[in-house]
């Protein structure tokens, strides 16, 4: 593990420890605040991610954005990272091994943030944070505490964009976590 930003960074700069690096534009490492205290990970980028080297950016992001704006979460205020960190071909779900070549970049982010809560958007964030054996339609919503971090697991803004009911719940479950953060922040 890395113990400053710098290093993390310099680290992943010309990966090539899987094959998402073959077809990739930017590596999307993450961004935000690098002291936050809520941390959103997502699957990993999209095309406008992978054309601008910026985590949600393209439709889903801006929805994101849209439901931060109206619970008033300043997304300059929270770190944002996915899975991995390439794009996966036609927007894919990562295979375990890309996965698994990305996930000690992401572990070292959460080490260095040092948030107190952690959204998890979607399934693939859910499965491979916390365990194979979480799904998100059962998970979402509940609040899932290990290692001193609450993580809220809810769907990804992708997902919202396919199916509309869906923006309600996400539209809960992000002002939960505006609750949680003003009890635990006081």
């Known amino acids: 593990m890395y113990e400053t930003w710098e290093e993390l960074e310099n680290s992943i700069r010309d990966c090539k420890k899987c094959k998402l690096c073959q077809n990739r534009n930017n590596i999307v490492f993450g961004e935000g605040n690098k002291e936050a205290d809520i941390m959103f990970i997502g699957e990993g980028p999209g095309a406008d991610e992978d054309s601008q080297g910026l985590p949600f950016v393209g439709k889903a992001g801006q929805?994101?954005?849209?439901?931060?704006?109206?619970?008033?979460?300043?997304?300059?205020?929270?770190?944002?990272?996915?899975?991995?960190?390439?794009?996966?071909?036609?927007?894919?779900?990562?295979?375990?091994?890309?996965?698994d070549s990305c996930l000690d970049y992401l572990r070292n982010?959460?080490?260095?943030?040092?948030?107190?809560?952690?959204?998890?958007?979607?399934?693939?964030a859910l499965k491979n944070i916390l365990g194979k054996e979480y799904g998100i339609t059962a998970s979402r919503g509940n609040w899932i505490t290990q290692k001193d971090i609450l993580y809220m697991p809810t769907w990804?803004?992708?997902?919202?964009?396919?199916?509309?009911?869906?923006?309600?719940?996400?539209?809960?479950?992000?002002?939960?976590?505006?609750?949680?953060?003003?009890?635990?922040?006081?």
């Open 63 to 99: 929805l994101m954005n849209k439901a931060f704006q109206g619970l008033g979460i300043d997304r300059s205020k929270v770190y944002i990272a996915n899975i991995v960190k390439c794009r996966p071909p036609l927007n894919r779900v990562p295979e375990d091994d890309e996965v």
């Open 109 to 124: 982010q959460v080490m260095l943030v040092k948030p107190k809560i952690i959204v998890l958007l979607g399934s693939t």
């Open 156 to 186: 990804h803004p992708a997902a919202l964009l396919r199916d509309e009911d869906k923006k309600i719940e996400f539209w809960k479950d992000l002002k939960q976590v505006v609750e949680k953060y003003n009890e635990i922040t006081g």
